[in-house]
């Protein structure tokens, strides 16, 4: 197995082809993850990554609007295809689309600003949060078990996740709540490039945000018959942060029904900076067992 981080950067490092048509044309290679499905976060940060690469340096992402359509295979890299929509005064809007074997399996809108002066507030930082130092990782929660995918949330992750009260990859511990709080930070340091870490918590962002719905009815990710798959995703970059450093991911549910749920979310960092605000629908569905 590959190193996560080193896998990660080369995931984000996306070849510019050359091709020219009325679009911009890059390729990535996908991770490897148990089951052979791509993880719906690295497309999106190679789809944001692939439009970043067309858009003029002082102009910065603020918002990303994405559907998943097709479940993408880690066997094979994808295609990214950005279409320059609109570069206006102070705004540029792009679209791109992810490709494997001749279908789209993401689609993408993404908008991006000059620096500009404005009004300004945000939310607070909950404040009855543990450290994430006195909150146990995934390798002392899933170290000794020897089932692929808790190896995988264990060791090959290139994020390291640490849940507030608790995680639900077994079990669900404590009141059935449509809320958690998660801590984050990649498992090693990343690179002085703003736009990659940007893209990094773009990644991170879709690893944990359909758990309160799974939490609220004490469904777990081990129980036998869950299937649950991020139908679209979007996401408001607020304030800049390192993705190497620890990150506050509050994460709420307000609905679930017909088989899907919706999470919201918030990033914040350690100085209490909202950095990121997030929303999600998910398929989730159980089979019911007599």
């Avoid at 996560?4 to 390729?27: H, K, M, Q, V």
């Avoid at 000794?144 to 995918?149: D, T």
């Avoid at 709540?177 to 990343?190: D, E, K, T």
């Amino acid at each position: 197995m590959p190193d996560p981080l080193d896998s990660l950067l080369a995931a984000l490092d996306l070849t510019d082809t050359g091709a020219r048509t009325s679009e911009d044309i890059f390729t990535g290679p996908s991770q490897w993850v148990p089951g052979g499905r791509v993880f719906g976060g690295q497309v999106l940060a190679q789809s944001l990554v692939a439009a970043i690469r067309t858009v003029a340096e002082d102009r910065v992402v603020h918002s990303m609007h994405a559907y998943f359509l097709r479940p993408g295979d880690v066997s094979q890299p994808i295609t990214f295809s950005v279409d320059r929509i609109h570069d206006g005064r102070s705004f540029s809007t792009r679209r791109t689309q992810a490709y494997q074997y001749g279908q789209p399996i993401l689609s993408m809108i993404a908008s991006f600003q000059t620096d500009d002066p404005g009004l300004e507030h945000q939310v607070e930082m909950p404040l009855d949060v543990p450290d994430p130092e006195s909150v146990p990782d995934e390798n002392q929660l899933l170290g000794g078990l020897e089932h692929p995918m808790a190896k995988y949330w264990a060791t090959s992750r290139p994020f390291e996740m640490r849940h507030v009260p608790s995680p639900v990859y077994l079990s669900v511990e404590g009141e059935r709540v449509a809320s958690q709080a998660v801590w984050m930070r990649s498992i090693g340091p990343l690179p002085d490039d703003e736009n990659l870490h940007r893209a990094a918590l773009a990644y991170v962002s879709d690893y944990t945000l359909l758990e309160p719905i799974i939490r609220r009815h004490g469904v777990a990710w081990a129980t036998p018959g869950l299937k649950a798959a991020s139908l679209d995703h979007a996401m408001w970059w607020h304030r800049f942060a390192r993705v190497d450093e620890w990150l506050l991911y509050v994460q709420e549910s307000p609905n679930a029904i017909g088989g899907r749920g919706l999470t919201t979310g918030r990033i914040f960092d350690r100085e209490g900076r909202l950095v990121a605000s997030v929303a999600q629908e998910g398929m989730v569905r159980v089979s019911r067992r007599d």
